[in-house]
């Protein structure tokens, strides 16, 4: 079955960077590419960018861009999602998802937490 | 790209129908048939219930249905049940080539 394991809560400061996992199984890793969606707490759903396994390419959302970098390891089945100077508003709760065509987003990984505190 | 407009609440009891609606712009609701629905438990990762507007995913109720005129898209559960009860999102694909998603709607099960 279609699985996505993220790794667990982070805790950082301000001006800090943080990196989440996202392990795949399940399916061919190359197959689909995986988006990343973030969600402060309270607050909706936020798209921030998307990975092509197979080739590494990236599309990142406009308001991000500088800050996110998206990477992949396909000896490992794994997406990453790196985020630079951190700041409060960046608290919140980080999924990856599988995308399923038609820009849908089919199996989600669990969430990982990452707060932002002094 | 700005947020898609989504009610903040809607309710209905156990056995109605209730619609949800989604609004856009031809930049996106408008311009693709590439609307999609996510249904969010408290605590849980979104599940996808509508894709390309009006598909359901295998393992979906068929109570749950999509449809879309115009720059709105709309999500409607008919025999709402209890375990209905959660927020719900909808996305669509933009001219910016990448989604997008709504604020988010709860829905309460009387």
């Known amino acids: 079955q279609v699985q996505l394991v993220q790794s667990g809560a982070e805790v950082k400061m301000p001006g800090a960077s943080v990196k989440v996992s996202c392990k795949a199984s399940?399916?061919?890793?190359?197959?689909?590419?995986i988006h990343w969606v973030r969600q402060a707490p309270g607050q909706g759903v936020e798209w921030m960018g998307i990975?092509?396994?197979?080739?590494?390419?990236?599309i990142y959302a406009q308001k991000l861009q500088g800050r996110v970098t998206m990477t992949r390891d396909t000896s490992t089945s794994a997406v990453y999602m790196e985020l630079t100077s951190l700041r409060s508003e960046d608290t919140a709760v980080y999924y990856c998802?599988?995308?399923?065509?038609?820009?849908?987003?089919?199996?989600w990984g669990q969430g990982t937490l990452v707060t932002v505190s002094s | 790209q700005s947020a898609l407009t989504q009610p903040a609440s809607v309710s209905g009891s156990p056995g109605q129908s209730i619609t949800i609606s989604c609004t856009g712009t031809?930049?996106?609701?408008?311009?693709?048939?590439?609307v999609s629905w996510y249904q969010q438990h408290p605590g849980k990762a979104p599940k996808l219930m509508i894709y390309?507007?009006?598909n359901r995913p295998s393992g979906v109720s068929n109570r749950f249905s999509g449809s879309k005129s115009g720059n709105t898209a709309s999500l409607t559960i008919s025999g709402l049940q209890a375990e209905d009860e959660a927020d719900y999102y909808c996305?669509?694909?933009?001219?910016?080539?990448?989604?997008?998603f709504g604020g988010g709607t709860k829905l309460t099960v009387l």
């Open positions: 031809s930049s996106d609701i408008g311009g693709y048939n590439y």
């Open positions: 990975i092509n396994p197979s080739g590494g390419s990236t």
């Open positions: 998802a599988r995308a399923a065509g038609w820009w849908a987003m089919d199996y």
């Open positions: 390309a507007v009006s």
């Open positions: 996305s669509s694909y933009t001219t910016s080539s990448t989604p997008v």
């Open positions: 399940g399916y061919t890793f190359t197959s689909s590419q």
